[in-house]
């Protein structure tokens, strides 16, 4: 089981004066110790996870700071660049990381992030499977032919060259197991997360996917909020707070969206005992079992029950509300864990 750090931050609004102390000193720490990865998101226009406009920004950050961690972005938002833009940028970073670059794509599901793309918002599945294929090939060296600034039809190639023959990459999935199935049909890795689905109902979707492999393996990454202590009730006390805000703000941003076809839900307009309610069935759903919340014992059947299911790597989301020095201190622990459910490092997963 490989271990690595994910970043979602609530309330980027906040007022703060170091605002990537988290992520910068996390990465760090990961990357002494033996993490396999980093993931920075890609958010636009709100507060819930504003802190990460663009992955390859927080990607090149966080490639400066270390030397051997993998730098991903968990997710690129594939329909709102032009694939030859996200080859470029995160050649970038894999030249400044010396080849450590891996990219999860998102087909997104808010429809204010579209306001930089709004042509691509309604067949936006489809526009991140072809931009993946693009990003491969320009990646591997292809030149592929795009229209210019006249309309005429113009080959490409990226500069600088990266440093990795093959871009490691993932397909992001919020629980469709049609989308488990295309990134296995696509040759990628699948990253997802257990909002609306169990590990139960996300075992058998694994088993779509590695179905659907060409090679009949590939790469599942299961992002899981993360943070450890020495006993339980005090760490449930500490993390009570904060990741019920957390959980309130990403409710009110899914019910508001109308995500995947939903019937669109203005938050404010619930009455406040129906959120509470939401939000305490979530907490104490993601508290125990869902999610790497408590002491290291504890911590440790969560890892094997992720296991049980098939998953290859747990994305520890550490940045849902705590104070950064408490997540900071809290990151031994989890370490603590690591090594006491995982082999040694091997080097990246074949994807």
Request: proline share 6%; glycine share 10%; aromatic share 8%.
């Amino acid at each position: 089981m490989d271990f690595s750090l994910f970043y979602f931050a609530n309330d980027s609004g906040a007022t703060e004066r170091d605002r990537y102390r988290l992520l910068l000193d996390g990465a760090r720490f990961a990357d002494e110790n033996g993490f396999t990865a980093v993931w920075t998101p890609e958010r636009h226009f709100h507060p819930f996870g504003g802190l990460y406009p663009n992955p390859s920004v927080t990607g090149a950050a966080v490639a400066a700071v270390t030397s051997r961690v993998g730098v991903r972005a968990g997710s690129v938002v594939a329909p709102l660049h032009h694939p030859a833009r996200i080859a470029e940028e995160w050649s970038v970073v894999d030249n400044l990381s010396g080849g450590r670059v891996g990219l999860s794509f998102a087909s997104g599901w808010h429809a204010a992030d579209f306001a930089l793309r709004p042509e691509n918002y309604a067949d936006r599945r489809r526009a991140t499977l072809d931009a993946v294929d693009a990003v491969r090939r320009l990646w591997r060296g292809e030149r592929l032919t795009f229209p210019d600034g006249t309309g005429q039809p113009r080959e490409l190639a990226v500069y600088p060259p990266p440093v990795q023959p093959e871009l490691p990459v993932w397909l992001t999935s919020a629980g469709s197991a049609e989308t488990f199935r295309a990134a296995g049909a696509a040759g990628c890795g699948l990253l997802t997360h257990l909002i609306g689905q169990d590990l139960a109902q996300l075992r058998e979707k694994i088993a779509q996917y590695r179905a659907a492999r060409p090679d009949g393996r590939g790469h599942v990454v299961l992002m899981v909020h993360t943070f450890l202590g020495e006993d339980d009730d005090r760490v449930r006390d500490a993390v009570r707070g904060p990741l019920s805000s957390y959980i309130r703000s990403s409710l009110g941003l899914l019910l508001g969206s109308g995500v995947s076809g939903a019937r669109r839900v203005d938050p404010a307009a619930l009455p406040a005992g129906d959120l509470d309610f939401l939000v305490e069935r979530a907490f104490e759903r993601y508290y125990d079992g869902g999610a790497l919340l408590g002491g290291i014992a504890k911590c440790a059947e969560v890892v094997e029950a992720i296991r049980d299911a098939d998953v290859d790597e747990v994305a520890c989301l550490i940045d849902f509300g705590l104070p950064t020095d408490a997540v900071l201190d809290a990151l031994p622990a989890l370490d603590v864990l690591r090594r006491s459910v995982s082999l040694a490092p091997t080097g990246h997963a074949e994807r």
